[in-house]
């Protein structure tokens, strides 16, 4: 007996994936709409810094934990810091490009929240075979089942806009005002 919310499949029909050999990473998400989450709606100016010269990965995460919490009223930087550097050590988000992703899901935090750093003079990632840090963006997102399509749009955002030509552009900038400027231009 077939179930009604099964359909039936008949004989030699037609697999779900028309290449068998496809992977379900590969196949586009029906959870996962790219537009929908907006990295200059999520990251204000504010939220953005130069980083100090001589900084370690450890003390920049830090420093971003801080600005954060300072501007959202997080009272226990040192809880977001603790599930941040958990996060890294299982496998560094630092990545060829230059860009350091670290991140956390947090169950006190009702959406995304982020802080970003530009590191003029790049970092050193031991963890990640010496990959050169040239932006850090930091975030945390809702531990709740019902926010992970929303924490998956926003890495999939980021890995689509931050290629190595903007990861450069926004190096460069004078300052964290022009550097988030840089961001929501090249988002439109």
């Not at 009604?4 to 590969?26: G, H, M, T, V, Y």
């Not at 998400?29 to 100090?52: F, N």
């Not at 300072?70 to 941040?84: H, T, Y």
Request: charged share 25%; proline share 9%.
């Amino acid at each position: 007996m077939a179930l009604p919310f099964f359909p039936k499949r008949r004989k030699n029909s037609p697999s779900a994936s028309p290449n068998p050999l496809e992977k379900l990473s590969d196949r586009p998400s029906a959870l996962v709409k790219p537009d929908l989450v907006r990295i200059s709606r999520i990251l204000t100016e504010e939220d953005v810094l130069i980083a100090p010269p001589g900084i370690g990965k450890k003390e920049l995460i830090e420093l971003l934990v801080r600005r954060l919490c300072d501007r959202r009223g997080f009272k226990s930087p040192e809880l977001l810091l603790a599930k941040v550097i958990e996060r890294e050590q299982g496998i560094s988000t630092t990545l060829d490009t230059g860009l350091s992703l670290p991140h956390a899901r947090l169950d006190d935090i009702e959406d995304l929240v982020a802080a970003m750093a530009v590191v003029p003079q790049e970092i050193a990632d031991a963890q990640a075979g010496g990959l050169v840090i040239r932006l850090m963006f930091l975030f945390f997102s809702s531990s709740r089942p019902a926010m992970l399509p929303r924490h998956l749009q926003l890495l999939r955002r980021i890995a689509s806009l931050f290629d190595p030509g903007l990861i450069g552009r926004v190096g460069a900038a004078p300052s964290p005002a022009a550097a988030w400027e840089i961001i929501r231009q090249t988002e439109g």
